[in-house]
């Protein structure tokens, strides 16, 4: 269960760095609303999972969903660019999240 609580904090992660990027600076309502109350969800389950995970690892995996997927989702939907060393760490980041929980099971 608390796993998968801190998966979908991860997620949520994602949406709300996203809802920021779209709210420009705070200053449109409906992106900034969604930012924030989503940001707050997400450390909320954040917080539900730490009662059953160590902190240093659940929080470095929510950290490395929500950077993992803004990244890509920067990159595929908003056209950033990617370069060959930006896939790398990329991927590490992938690399690092998949550890920390095989060794934490």
């Known amino acids: 269960m ?3 609580l801190l998966v979908l904090a991860g997620v949520l992660e994602i949406v ?6 779209q709210a420009d600076g705070l200053t449109r309502f409906w ?3 969604i930012g924030v109350s989503v940001a ?11 009662k059953d995970l160590p902190v240093g690892t659940a929080y470095a995996i929510w950290v490395g969903i929500g950077a993992f997927g803004v990244a890509v989702f920067g990159t595929m939907v908003l ?3 990617m370069s060959a060393a930006k ?3 990329l991927g590490l980041i992938g690399v690092g999240v998949a550890g920390l929980r095989m ?3």
Do not use: Q
């Open 79 to 81: 056209g950033e660019s």
């Open 2 to 4: 608390a796993w998968g």
């Open 31 to 33: 992106p900034s609303l």
């Open 103 to 105: 060794i934490e099971s």
């Open 87 to 89: 896939l790398l760490f």
């Open 40 to 50: 707050m969800l997400s450390l909320v389950l954040l917080g539900l999972a730490l």
């Open 16 to 21: 709300w760095a996203l809802a920021l990027k």
